[in-house]
């Protein structure tokens, strides 16, 4: 017996925003993500052969990431179909990000009028840059580059996984979301010009990232449309072939300008976010981040119906 019901992906969506909203993130010495940069952690330093060795991490992680989220949800539902959605939910959980990131990002744009020192401290939790010497606006700036960038990378791919494959089964999507993160994590800890053991992690996650950056610009960009028209102008100054299209988006809706000192600019013609319009910024990501639930719960029962040709029982 298994859960191969039209609602249960649809359930599992439900159960993974539940717990967000209501816990943001598991405890970090509990957390498989954290589990998993411990993995990945022994093979940041220099090797004889990088690329060898990173291509050979990249795949073997990626791998057994997608086989321990799909072997947790087979287990699950042998016990009962019930713990099948459970487990399926558990792991788009731990695989999604957003109520933590969006809460941390708030708070950092909050102290830059209150406590700059902290916000730029605080800031390292959100963006991958030296903080030391930025203004108020520009840490506010790395706040929101980072909420928009996360709801591509963070969000919108894992769930993409999953609304392509949980028609399938549960225990596939669960495999495609924890690939997908699997994919994210190596390219954030090892993805960098100066680790050449990352290089193949680096390309692979933008392979991966292609489509949900784009879906991501689409979707901020509702209400807007010349937004993804005006960002495209800006794309070029971001080395990245993925992250300017979340961020420069969500630039030109707001009617800010984006920077990362000395990398790229995005709508250099407009001021750096106050404090007002950074908010603005967030609440703005965190309602698409909303609507991408809706919309993946939308397309995964859908896809469901489609391949069954109706509507069936969860169990």
């Known amino acids: 017996m298994t859960a191969t019901g039209t609602l249960a992906p649809l359930a599992s969506i439900a159960l993974a925003l539940v717990l967000d909203t209501a816990v943001g993130e598991p405890p970090e010495r509990v957390h498989p993500v954290s589990w998993l940069g411990q993995v990945i952690a022994p093979f940041d330093r220099d090797w004889d052969r990088p690329l060898v060795v990173g291509g050979i991490v990249g795949g073997i992680v990626s791998l057994l990431a997608a086989g321990s989220g799909g072997v947790v949800v087979v287990l699950a539902d042998s016990i009962h179909p019930g713990g099948g959605v459970l487990a399926t939910g558990l792991v788009l959980f731990v695989t999604t990000s957003r109520r933590l990131l969006l809460d941390t990002a708030r708070t950092v744009i909050t102290h830059t009028t209150t406590d700059l020192p902290d916000a730029r401290t605080r800031l390292r939790a959100l963006a991958g840059r030296d903080a030391t010497a930025l203004s108020a606006g520009q840490v506010r700036s790395g706040a929101v580059e980072s909420a928009a960038e996360n709801l591509s990378d963070g969000l919108v791919a894992p769930l993409c996984a999953f609304v392509v494959l949980?028609?399938?089964?549960?225990?596939?999507?669960?495999?495609?979301?924890?690939?997908?993160?699997?994919?994210?994590?190596?390219?954030?800890?090892?993805?960098?010009?100066?680790?050449?053991?990352?290089?193949?992690?680096?390309?692979?996650?933008?392979?991966?990232?292609?489509?949900?950056?784009r879906v991501s610009a689409l979707l901020l960009a509702t209400g807007s449309v010349s937004a993804l028209a005006t960002q495209r102008a800006w794309l070029a100054t971001v080395p990245s072939p993925n992250a300017g299209w979340p961020m420069g988006t969500l630039a030109a809706v707001v009617g800010c300008r984006l920077e990362k000192p000395g990398v790229y600019t995005l709508n250099p013609d407009c001021p750096l976010p106050s404090v007002t319009v950074a908010h603005e910024a967030i609440q703005h990501v965190s309602r698409v981040s909303l609507l991408v639930f809706v919309l993946g719960a939308i397309l995964v029962t859908g896809f469901r119906i489609a391949m069954t040709g109706g509507v069936q029982p969860w169990f």
């Open 166 to 213: 949980a028609p399938v089964s549960l225990a596939l999507g669960a495999a495609g979301a924890t690939a997908v993160k699997a994919v994210n994590t190596l390219d954030s800890m090892l993805g960098y010009e100066h680790k050449p053991v990352g290089t193949i992690s680096a390309r692979l996650d933008d392979l991966v990232m292609w489509v949900p950056a």
